[in-house]
């Protein structure tokens, strides 16, 4: 068993870059058209991609296009139900409630940074691995408004260089909030290359991935 690793300082501004070096380029017009995925699907249902085209005003050939190319989207009958940490589906025990729907993410990180992306504030509720106690936070576009326990941390793993081939496996089952320190400190010593990061940490790194990948598109929101 290895010791894990608290992350006092992470380098945040390095690792929002791996990420995002790590997926597809978005260009002006890709952006626009993954930012309203995401917010189509924050509505509770697939999401075609007709309606996806017309909402991101956006040519349908052009949209069939980048869904065919995106890794880490999930379609059912035609329509996507899962995309980059978000999905309509009972996927994992991320559970990520917005304007009174529930929705589901793929790891504890997603619920940090798909706020701004939707510009809503979201209802986060999650299972420590360990201690089985459940994390609460409510997140802003702008922070986390309320977390409970206040001990709670979030566990973060290196971007491997592969990870777009199985986002979900080679990334996502390796970062969870857990209750306290010790708790924490246990799953990571437990999981070759997890490390301990604060949530105000990984916050921060969420919100500089996705200024590093839509950044005039949020702001122009």
């Not at 990420?19 to 380029?25: I, K, M, R």
């Not at 058209?33 to 052009?62: D, I």
């Amino acid at each position: 068993m290895q010791a894990a690793t608290i992350t006092d300082a992470p380098d945040i501004d390095r690792l929002a870059a791996s990420f995002v070096e790590l997926f597809p380029q978005l260009d002006a017009q890709s952006g626009r058209v993954a930012m309203w995925l995401y917010r189509l699907l924050a509505e509770g249902a697939p999401v075609a991609p007709h309606s996806l085209a017309q909402a991101a005003q956006t040519p349908l050939a052009r949209v069939n296009e980048l869904l065919a190319a995106w890794p880490g989207l999930y379609c059912e009958d035609g329509a996507v139900i899962g995309f980059w940490g978000l999905t309509v589906r009972p996927f994992s025990e991320h559970l990520f409630k917005v304007d009174g729907r529930t929705l589901h993410t793929w790891c504890a990180w997603d619920t940090l940074f798909i706020p701004l992306i939707l510009g809503k504030t979201a209802l986060v509720e999650s299972p420590c691995p360990i201690s089985g106690e459940i994390i609460r936070l409510t997140v802003s576009p702008s922070q986390v408004e309320r977390l409970e326990p206040s001990t709670a941390l979030m566990s973060m793993l290196e971007p491997p260089e592969d990870i777009a081939e199985d986002i979900v496996a080679k990334f996502c089952h390796y970062v969870y909030f857990f209750s306290s320190a010790q708790a924490g400190a246990q799953w990571c010593g437990e999981h070759e290359g997890a490390t301990l990061m604060s949530i105000e940490d990984a916050f921060a790194l969420g919100r500089k991935k996705n200024l590093m990948r839509f950044g005039e598109l949020l702001a122009a929101d």
